[in-house]
């Protein structure tokens, strides 16, 4: 499994939070601009030392050593300049120049401090969430039965921050079955659900032999965890009732079909030769934890033809809705069609590399990834796999 912690994507809170900061970054150059532009007016009788000097502990604030530096010699070099251009060379100036070298000294040394109890302190956050999100999203081994797999798992956010994919494999006595899923909403929320979609999914996937009954064991599972960990908001509102999780499980055994439930999730797709195909569900059915809108159409299996060669590939939303600085998607389909042809890890490998391409290495959602390829004859299946129940 590929696991990678990028930098989040131009989101609405997310950007006016970076616009925010680097303006307050701007403000302690201004500022010394400001004094230089007072220094050289008529007005250069108002004394700006003082200013100047609490300019290093301001640009601390927000920028590292480097940036503190930055700003002491700014300041410096402003009132260097102009103490010599006034003639001005006394006792303010050189308190002004005193204050200056303590304050940036000061500045310095705090900053350094600050920033490596910080880097320390996110160190270990992140050991923390990596290491939950090993224990949540397994990797997916090699060969599982009829099938060679690979899997992927990008996350868009910064620090500890977890997001709701999901995706397993195993091998049952049905076949290999594989389920992909998005849980609404982010953070911790996020993770218990998607933990209790994927423990149902892996208990239940080796005990009923019909894929709409596995589906119905997540989603009951859903429900229970938002019962049990619902509350209500200001309003008097249960937070938990929009809570849902979009899902695609498969099933692959020694036929060569997929059997596919739809859950709202984005269609699979498939690659034979150098066509891809979208496995588009005839009868759209919602999300798991919307189960009062399934009304005329209840849930079923939809086959498809899955043959020697070929390869399905399982994903998210995040994947698809992957915008590039212009605000085009991602084409998955057309980018699946024109990757050369190499064994399932290096053929996501190749869609990452060209997924960060697209979007210049910053994703607004988390991306997953299952990669299945169907081999050829099932006998194989039949020898190693698990022993009837």
């Known amino acids: 499994m590929r696991s990678l912690i990028r930098p989040s994507g131009p989101s609405a809170a997310g950007g006016h939070s970076r616009v925010l900061?680097?303006?307050?970054?701007?403000?302690?150059?201004?500022?010394?601009?400001?004094?230089?532009?007072?220094?050289?007016?008529?007005?250069?009788?108002?004394?700006?030392?003082?200013?100047?000097?609490?300019?290093?502990?301001?640009?601390?604030?927000?920028?590292?050593?480097?940036?503190?530096?930055?700003?002491a010699a700014g300041a410096l070099t402003v009132t260097v300049v102009t103490a010599t251009l006034h003639d001005s060379w006394g006792g303010q100036v050189s308190s002004n120049l005193i204050s200056l070298f303590v304050v940036s000294a000061a500045s310095v040394t705090m900053s350094n401090a600050?920033?490596?109890?910080?880097?320390?302190?996110?160190?270990?956050?992140?050991?923390?969430?990596?290491?939950?999100?090993?224990?949540?999203?397994?990797?997916?081994?090699?060969?599982?039965?009829?099938?060679?797999?690979?899997?992927?798992?990008?996350?868009?956010?910064?620090?500890?921050?977890?997001?709701?994919?999901?995706?397993?494999?195993v091998h049952t006595r049905y076949g290999v079955r594989m389920i992909v899923g998005d849980v609404r909403g982010k953070?911790?929320?996020?993770?218990?659900?998607?933990?209790?979609?994927?423990?149902?999914?892996?208990?239940?996937?080796?005990?009923?032999?019909?894929?709409?009954?596995?589906?119905?064991?997540?989603?009951?599972?859903?429900?229970?965890?938002?019962?049990?960990?619902?509350g209500v908001d200001q309003d008097g509102e249960d937070q938990h009732t929009e809570d849902f999780v979009t899902a695609l499980v498969v099933q692959v055994s020694d036929a060569f079909v997929v059997h596919v439930v739809n859950r709202g999730h984005p269609p699979p797709l498939v690659r034979r030769q150098d066509k891809v195909e979208a496995l588009t569900s005839a009868s759209p059915l919602p999300p798991l934890g919307l189960e009062e809108f399934i009304t005329d159409s209840p849930a079923r299996t939809e086959s498809y033809p899955f043959a020697p060669g070929d390869r399905l590939l399982l994903?998210?939303?995040?994947?698809?809705?992957?915008?590039?600085?212009?605000?085009?998607?991602?084409?998955l389909t057309e980018t699946t069609e024109s990757v050369r042809p190499s064994t399932p890890s290096d053929f996501l490998e190749q869609l990452y590399?060209?997924?960060?391409?697209?979007?210049?290495?910053?994703?607004?959602?988390?991306?997953a990834m299952l990669l299945a390829e169907r081999l050829d004859g099932g006998g194989e299946s039949r020898r190693h796999g698990p022993r009837p129940m």
């Open 315 to 331: 994903h998210t939303d995040g994947v698809i809705e992957a915008r590039s600085p212009d605000g085009d998607f991602f084409p």
């Open 21 to 71: 900061f680097r303006v307050a970054q701007c403000v302690p150059f201004v500022v010394i601009l400001l004094a230089l532009g007072i220094e050289l007016s008529p007005a250069h009788a108002l004394i700006t030392g003082p200013l100047l000097a609490a300019m290093p502990a301001l640009a601390s604030l927000t920028m590292g050593p480097r940036g503190t530096l930055s700003a």
């Open 353 to 367: 590399q060209e997924l960060i391409r697209h979007t210049h290495g910053y994703l607004a959602d988390d991306a």
């Open 187 to 230: 953070g911790l929320p996020a993770v218990r659900l998607a933990a209790a979609v994927l423990g149902a999914f892996r208990e239940a996937a080796h005990y009923d032999e019909d894929l709409v009954e596995v589906v119905r064991h997540c989603a009951a599972a859903l429900e229970r965890e938002r019962t049990t960990t619902g």
């Open 114 to 169: 600050v920033r490596a109890r910080r880097e320390s302190e996110l160190n270990q956050v992140r050991r923390v969430a990596e290491a939950a999100q090993r224990v949540l999203l397994r990797p997916v081994p090699p060969r599982l039965g009829p099938v060679q797999m690979a899997s992927m798992y990008v996350a868009a956010e910064t620090g500890a921050q977890i997001g709701g994919d999901l995706y397993e494999a």
